[in-house]
């Protein structure tokens, strides 16, 4: 009898031996990179790992290495492994880490119109993303450029912060489709913005004698820096004569704005665009 319980404790002894495991697992793994889990013991377990990516099943033998490839384990988080054999269950975990080498931006840029010369008008942010759509949390330097055909580029580098990086910037004093670009890396990602004409800087008009009627017309209408103010503005005209005013509102084309109104001797002609007023002219006939 004594010999017999010694037997089946010695058999106890070394089933426990031979399921008996320790789990290794890294701290920090980067999205990109093989995970090796590490287990002691002999005999055969299952390891079940569960993370932000869903989870995995794998049968393994004991005192060895096992490795997960990339694909199967690349969205950043945490991960719990837990190790199961016949005679125990052990756990432990670690973090997946987005890979630094920045791949893909998503890009914002705010507004698609603007126009010239509005300080700090443009908004840009730029999230940073690792080849496993994972967002870069590591500081990195991002390239903002903004230009326009035949000018030199505007260019700031902001470090990201926790994957975004953000800047505003002036609207450029030329009108036209600007390229707005991030880039980081190598990934890079392009938006256009059309920046319009600002509001008319200088009005001022001429007038010409067309039948019985006469003829008014706007030199080209340009803003503070230059630019013909869009088509389609409106001009007003207006004629002041014996105590009566008649107004006519004409759309630029081309930069000028022109119509034909009553061609009274002694008449006060004058015009405007919003809030921009232009010289005055008192019209006496002749040529």
């Known amino acids: 009898m004594i010999r017999t319980l010694t037997i089946c404790f ?3 002894i070394l089933l426990q031996f031979a399921f008996a495991a320790n789990l290794h697992v890294p701290q920090n793994v980067e999205a990109g990179q093989t995970t090796m889990i590490t287990t002691e013991g002999s005999g055969t377990a299952h390891i079940y790992i569960v993370g932000p990516g869903g989870a995995i099943a794998k049968a393994v033998e004991l005192g060895s290495q096992t490795s997960i490839p990339p694909d199967e384990i690349s969205n950043a988080g945490h991960y719990t492994v837990f190790l199961i054999t016949p005679t125990s269950t052990e756990a432990s975990g670690f ?6 080498q920045p791949t893909s931006l998503s890009f914002l840029a705010r507004p698609s119109r603007l126009p010239v010369s509005l300080h700090d ?6 999230y940073v993303f690792d080849a496993y759509h994972n967002l870069i949390l590591q500081s990195l330097p991002v390239r903002f450029e903004l230009s326009l055909p035949k000018t030199a580029p505007e260019i700031h580098t902001v470090d990201s912060h926790l ?16 390229s ?13 913005l059309q920046q319009v004409p600002g509001d008319p800087c200088r009005l001022s008009i001429s007038a010409r004698p067309v039948g019985d009627r006469l003829h008014v017309q706007t030199q080209p209408l340009r803003d ?6 869009a088509d389609g503005t409106i001009v007003t005209f207006t004629e002041i004569y014996d105590g009566n005013r008649s107004t006519v ?3 630029l084309k081309q930069g000028t704005a022109q119509a034909d109104i009553p061609a009274n001797r002694g008449a006060i002609i004058t015009v405007a665009a919003g809030e921009v007023l232009g010289n005055q002219l008192r019209w006496n006939g002749g040529q």
């Open 10 to 12: 010695a058999i106890w």
């Open 95 to 100: 973090d997946v880490i987005s890979s630094p």
């Open 121 to 126: 008008g443009i908004s840009g942010v730029a």
């Open 163 to 178: 994957g975004v990086a953000s800047i505003q910037m002036d609207s450029s004093a030329q009108a036209g489709n600007a």
């Open 180 to 192: 707005f670009e991030a880039m980081a890396g190598m990934a890079k990602s392009l938006r256009v």
């Open 224 to 229: 503070c820096t230059g630019n013909l103010v």
């Open 249 to 251: 509102d004409a759309p």
